[in-house]
């Protein structure tokens, strides 16, 4: 079992920064790929950014791509996501999630693990 507990969401003006971070517990996450996936009211969850397991390649939504930026950190068996020029479109609540290896990377389907989300809002 992995538990994840993420943080770092809050209210900001358009343009600004946040960082999100998520801890896990339970497990290493250098096991697993790591995703962020966020869902606003009334829309589906969607992919917003993940890192593979040990080698670290990541991948991005289009709506995200140069904007955000996903690491890890093993040692502190934790992931980040740093948001930069945030838009009203990005408000939702953010989750992140632990996947198996051997799945699609993308695809929520694919994560077993998630934390409860923390809520981002991004005013106009």
């Known amino acids: 079992q992995v538990q994840l507990v993420e943080s770092g969401g809050g209210l900001v003006q358009a343009g600004a920064s946040l960082r999100l971070s998520c801890a896990a517990s339970g497990r290493t996450i250098s096991s697993y790929h790591m995703g962020w996936f966020r869902q606003a009211p009334g829309k589906e969850r969607e992919f917003v950014a993940a890192i593979r397991w040990g080698g670290g390649s990541t991948y991005y939504a289009d709506s995200v791509k140069g904007r955000f930026t996903i690491t890890r950190d093993n040692a502190k068996n934790t992931v980040y996501l740093q948001m930069n020029s945030l838009k009203p479109e990005d408000t939702a609540v953010y989750s992140c999630?632990?996947?198996?290896?051997?799945?699609?990377?993308?695809?929520?389907?694919?994560?077993?693990?998630w934390g409860q989300g923390t809520q981002v809002t991004v005013s106009s």
């Open positions: 999630a632990a996947a198996h290896p051997s799945r699609v990377i993308a695809t929520p389907a694919s994560y077993d693990y």
